[in-house]
């Protein structure tokens, strides 16, 4: 994790480099590699801001503020236009969680541990989270297909507000009426490091400094991908998720290896959830408010590989236990889908 926070120096490269006009790539990548230890800062000061205020709201502030870097970038991209990147990005995030971050977390920590064991109640609560996702994906994706003449505007909207309802109710599930099944993720916790001020400080610092690098970055997006020659829709997919999440996934990893799959397991599924059920929904009463119309009919390619990843996802954690080469098996079938996204 120190080595992220060494990135925060690249901030005033990254302002610089816009307001000189410099390339359009350095712009992007000084700002991209700038966000990744400030989404770290802003992690860090949720979980210190969470272990002041009680486990319940805690939890609460963790399920909601855990992709919150992800949404700033986001927002600001939908605001810009930017619906194929958008789009793009939240496909993205549920495979970089389902099949990397989750499988570099079973391969490493099964490096050193040949089985490491899970909460079982809390892989079925979100495996069925998880298909409530997926179908909330397709059925605006197969309604686009087959009524091309109307619009999936309205059905997205509906469908993005019965997703909120359903993590709503996740949250009720797990922090309030079935709280002591899920109480083995919570035996670890710790008292806060940080004083209550620094806390809020560093967290509204670090948003904003999110906000601003990520202008930078959607705004140098269109020319940085055509230099590198890449599509919105392969940067979305994958560059956005990892500098959004890098902290997270860097953390994920680190819980694995120290033999505590369990956390990392949380934070590879819970992110998806939270990013199906919540971010994505949001975006799309964003985009009205920004008079940026964006949909949940997803491309029919994406919304097959979200129900695949979701497949192999739950495949690996159905008994409750992970080895190395589940881990491995669900990096190769992210190249798989990553080398044909390459190719759109």
Do not use: C
């Not at 996934?249 to 990013?275: E, N, P, T, Y």
Request: avoid cysteine.
């Amino acid at each position: 994790m120190k080595v992220l926070y060494g990135f925060i120096g690249l901030m005033p490269l990254a302002v610089a480099a816009h307001f000189l006009h410099w390339p359009p790539i350095v712009v992007f990548a000084t700002s991209a590699m700038a966000i990744i230890p400030l989404s770290a800062l802003l992690g860090r000061a949720t979980e210190e801001l969470a272990a002041h205020v009680g486990p319940t709201i805690g939890g609460f502030l963790n399920a909601t503020l855990g992709n919150l870097a992800e949404l700033i970038i986001a927002s600001l991209a939908l605001r810009a236009g930017l619906i194929d990147l958008v789009m793009s990005s939240i496909t993205g995030s549920i495979l970089g969680n389902l099949l990397l971050v989750l499988g570099a977390s079973a391969f490493a920590g099964g490096l050193k541990y040949p089985i490491q064991k899970f909460d079982s109640h809390f892989v079925g609560v979100n495996s069925s989270l998880l298909v409530t996702a997926v179908i909330g994906l397709v059925v605006p994706a197969v309604f686009a297909a087959w009524h091309p003449t109307h619009s999936s505007i309205s059905l997205s909207v509906d469908v993005a507000a019965l997703l909120m309802f359903g993590y709503l109710l996740s949250l009720v599930y797990s922090m309030i009426t079935n709280r002591a099944a899920f109480a083995s993720n919570r035996e670890h916790e710790e008292p806060p490091d940080w004083k209550m001020g620094r806390t809020v400080t560093v967290l509204v610092l670090s948003a904003a400094a999110i906000g601003v690098l990520s202008e930078l970055l959607v705004g140098a997006t269109a020319e940085a991908t055509k230099a590198l020659g890449l599509s919105h829709f392969f940067v979305g997919l994958v560059l956005v998720p990892i500098i959004g999440n890098a902290a997270e996934h860097s953390s994920a990893i680190l819980m694995a290896r120290k033999d505590r799959m369990d956390i990392a397991v949380s934070i590879a599924v819970g992110s998806s959830v939270q990013v199906a059920l919540l971010v994505a929904p949001l975006l799309v009463f964003l985009g009205r408010a920004f008079n940026q119309p964006m949909t949940l009919a997803f491309r029919p390619f994406e919304v097959v590989s979200v129900a695949l990843a979701v497949w192999s996802a739950t495949q690996m954690m159905t008994d409750a236990e992970s080895n190395w080469l589940e881990g491995m098996l669900l990096l190769v079938v992210y190249a798989v889908m990553g080398s044909a996204f390459y190719l759109i």
